[in-house]
């Protein structure tokens, strides 16, 4: 049935009878039964026509809702909650292409697939544009079921492997994307005078239990801007989660890897310390050992060339 389909108006009123003149006079009675006859005859052509739109539309669903064809920016959305270190990948790709005036949600000639932030790479189909994400380590090689890719830049040398014995080309460009938080963001995080934390434990999602009762623990289950903004106020971060070190050398604070359980698998931790320029990862066991340990080396990472592989020639339809 259609909508808002302009309704003839109708006279449906009959004229009120006179006591003892309308009631009297035959010709009275014949004016009332020729209106009642025109209502009737109106009222049928207006049922009339509405039973046709039905037959009509019968058997046709409606149309889809409008779907431009936009940039879609894929990350690891879990379940069971936001994972900051996922999030941040909206954050920082939004960012980067807000300042240079560009929006994903822009009309395009075609549909694209981004993958930043993330070991995300067993998830991403022939055409995806990668800029940063990282091979996961745990997940089996047919897993991996691209035989194309767009590649911009990765989290580490050894995606960039992984991916060059594939016969995917790949430049030299390494870095997680979320490294540049500081550098992007520096008015949201600007430089403490003083760190207030000592020490900050950043678990990863799966060894968030293990950390109860500690002191200073960052849930990486919290807001991001909460979580970063914890992690830039340490003076040392001890971090089983990756994007807990990630945020760390964004801001150049020393931190810690503590290895708590077996849960994830350490190439992906590996790639990204040898992607920031570090000679090897450095692994602790305990909450003890971390504390004691020497900090991992400095980070050297290539922000320039990170930010300048970002793709914005997506945007250049």
């Known amino acids: 049935m259609v909508e808002n389909e302009a309704t003839p108006a109708v006279e449906c009123a009959t004229p009120l009878p006179v006591a003892g003149l309308a009631e009297s006079k035959p010709e009275g009675r014949g004016v009332r039964l020729l209106e009642e006859a025109a209502v009737a ?12 739109l039905a037959r009509r539309d019968r058997g046709h669903a409606p149309p889809p809702p409008f779907q431009p064809n936009t940039i879609e920016l894929f990350y690891w959305k879990s379940p069971l909650g936001v994972n900051f270190g996922d999030y941040l990948s909206s954050v920082i790709v939004n960012k980067m292409a807000a300042d240079a005036g560009c929006f994903l949600d822009e009309e395009r000639p075609r549909p694209v697939r981004l993958l930043g932030i993330g070991s995300i ?29 767009d590649v911009r830049a990765v989290r580490g040398p050894l995606t960039r492997d992984f991916l060059m014995r594939r016969g995917i080309d790949v430049p030299e460009v390494f870095g997680d994307p979320g490294i540049l938080v500081a ?23 799966h060894d968030l239990p293990k950390m109860e009762g500690w002191e200073n623990v ?23 989660s990756l994007h807990g070190l990630v945020i760390a050398d964004a801001f150049g604070i020393p931190c810690t890897y503590l290895r708590l359980s077996e849960e994830e698998n350490t190439l992906k931790y590996e790639d990204y310390v040898l992607g920031v320029g570090r000679a090897r990862l450095d692994i602790t066991r305990s909450r003890e050992e971390a504390v004691r340990a020497s900090p991992m080396g400095t980070a050297r990472p290539d922000l320039a060339r990170l930010k300048a592989s970002f793709p914005y020639d997506l945007w250049d339809c």
């Not at 830039?232 to 971090?239: C, D, K």
């Open 41 to 52: 005859q109106g009222v049928r052509k207006i049922v009339r026509k509405v039973r046709g």
């Open 121 to 149: 790479l067993h998830f991403a189909r022939n055409g995806d544009v990668v800029w940063g994400s990282g091979i996961n380590g745990k997940i089996r090689d047919e897993r991996h079921v691209f035989s194309s890719l």
């Open 183 to 205: 550098d992007l963001l520096g008015c949201r995080f600007p430089k403490p005078a003083e760190r207030k934390t000592p020490v900050a434990f950043v678990p990863n999602f």
């Open 218 to 240: 960052v849930s990486p289950l919290d807001y991001w801007a909460s979580v970063v903004r914890r992690i830039s106020e340490a003076s040392h971060v001890i971090s089983s």
